[in-house]
């Protein structure tokens, strides 16, 4: 069920994203999604012939590949756009908007595969899955940006036909913006401060929801007669059980039961306890013939009852825990030194990591405020350290194009203050902000409504963490990053 609805919810995902880049491109939007179209083709493809297992992390590096392949094209039709206005040739604009919009384009990709790669050599379980789809889909996103659109785009324009790169409701969108974003930064610390400050405090008081594999638990398989719906009975167990995890284990009549509930007692009645729970809870679905005994202590060849069960100590879990660590500080110290020494300015490296750490910290606070109240599953497990690693790929690649912009305007405009620099740069990037965000958000939404249960709370870390990279590269990154060169100039 949650598969078919996982895939039925990406098909509308990607339907609305290639519908929105016709309405907002025209023709050459058309030309954007057969590379988008190609691009997912490739990374299936590949993940198929490596045997790759898709989990929800590998969810979560193909996302976050959409929305950087998708980011890509914004990028080069934004730079088009951008020399088309400068009232260039066709073919000038076009040749020069590609050219442009590379050194963004690499940046932003190389930034996130720096991070991949020390993820994939130092990560375990979910962090090398996440991280393998990932670096394929970098690659393949590049190969389709770069190559496949812009084939399409000349082979076009090669028999002197004219490509429009906007429609008349999107022609003059964003145009000629003069927004003061630096004159802003101190509401915007206030704003950033008291969100890390209340996600601080609610770790302490509140903490996380952590699931089975940070804490240890208990998992149950069990059989009945006839086949059971999986979240039927797992809204039923969480009325007793707490956190309570129920999917389909092998057969519809079968079902694999993990609970963290009293992990931390070490004592055989508790082992009795849910035992009677789930005989209580769950003897509306099993023969009345079938008692307390039969359910709990029958052999393997029985019918229906608990055909096996297990105690997982939180030793794994604490593994888990140090190499997701150990793997996202060495990622973050990697990408703090290539922004060092592509951008020449430690104040730049400084700006992204911070903006990285806020993002962490706010949906860290965000679900630590949240899990009690929200209608559905909000654990931590090693679904979310996905998702969280997809925030911070997201919020690199965001603050890495605007990183970007500042600088080429710093090479040509030597004679301008830096406030001017940095605005103006904002400004002229604030489309392709937008636009990349209301396309990855689309997708995610999608899946989030109609994806099913099972993965919602994952799509809700994501939904927080791209609404959050956004503002952060905006008023976080680029804010620390001014304040601290101006003062070192």
Do not use: C
Not at 99 to 121: C, E, P, Q, R
Not at 168 to 183: A, D, V
Not at 190 to 205: H, K, P, V, Y
Not at 401 to 430: G, M, Q
């Amino acid at each position: 069920e949650s598969i078919t609805k996982g895939t039925y919810s990406f098909v509308i995902a990607l339907i609305l994203v290639l519908i929105w880049m016709y309405f907002y491109y025209g023709r050459a939007g058309l030309y954007a999604d057969v590379a988008l179209s190609l691009n997912i083709l490739l990374i299936f493809g590949l993940l198929s012939g490596l045997g790759a297992v898709l989990t929800l992390p590998g969810i979560a590096g193909i996302v976050l590949t959409i929305g950087m392949s998708v980011d890509a094209n914004v990028l080069i039709f934004e730079r088009v756009r951008e020399e088309i206005y400068r009232e260039k040739g066709q073919k000038q604009a076009i040749a020069d908007g590609f050219s442009n919009a590379l050194s963004s384009i690499l940046d932003a990709n190389a930034t996130t595969g720096v991070t991949a790669l020390v993820l994939f050599i130092f990560g375990t379980g979910p962090i090398k899955g996440f991280a393998t789809t990932l670096l394929i889909g970098i690659l393949t996103s590049l190969f389709t940006a770069i190559f496949i659109t812009r084939m399409l785009v000349e082979w076009y324009i090669s028999s002197g036909k004219k490509l429009e790169f906007s429609t008349p409701l999107t022609k003059n969108l964003f145009r000629n913006l003069s927004i003061s974003f630096l004159s802003k930064r101190n509401v915007s610390y206030i704003i950033s401060g008291s969100f890390i400050f209340i996600a601080i405090f609610s770790l302490f008081i509140n903490n996380l929801n952590q699931g089975v594999d940070f804490v240890g638990g208990r998992s149950y398989v069990v059989r009945f007669e006839n086949p059971v719906n999986q979240l039927e009975i797992q809204q039923k167990l969480a009325e007793s059980l707490g956190n309570a995890e129920v999917k389909t284990f092998g057969a519809d009549n079968q079902l694999k039961i993990t609970t963290n509930y009293k992990v931390d007692i070490d004592d055989s009645s508790i082992d009795d306890e849910i035992n009677g729970i789930l005989y209580s809870d769950l003897n509306y679905l099993i023969d009345s013939s079938i008692n307390y005994d039969s359910f709990v202590n029958g052999d393997e060849n029985k019918a229906v009852g608990i055909m096996s069960s297990i105690k997982v100590g939180p030793t794994i879990a604490d593994d888990i825990k140090t190499n997701s660590f150990i793997a996202v500080i060495g990622s973050l110290i990697f990408v703090f030194l290539y922004i060092l020494i592509r951008f020449k300015n430690w104040q730049f490296s400084l700006g992204a990591v911070s903006a990285v750490f806020h993002d962490v910290m706010v949906v860290l606070g965000i679900f630590s405020l949240a899990y009690k109240i929200m209608p559905f599953n909000m654990e931590i497990n090693q679904a979310f350290i996905a998702a969280v690693l997809t925030v911070i790929g997201y919020s690199l690649n965001d603050t890495v194009v605007v990183f970007d912009r500042i600088r080429e305007y710093r090479n040509i405009n030597t004679s301008w203050e830096i406030t001017r620099v940095v605005n103006t740069a904002l400004n002229s990037t604030l489309s392709r902000t937008l636009n990349t965000s209301f396309t990855t958000l689309l997708v995610l939404l999608t899946i989030f409504i109609f994806g099913g249960e099972s993965i919602r709370g994952f799509m809700f870390a994501l939904i927080i963490g791209v609404i959050i990279g956004t503002y952060s590269s905006v008023f976080v990154a680029t804010p620390i990053m001014f304040d601290t060169l101006k003062k070192s100039r």
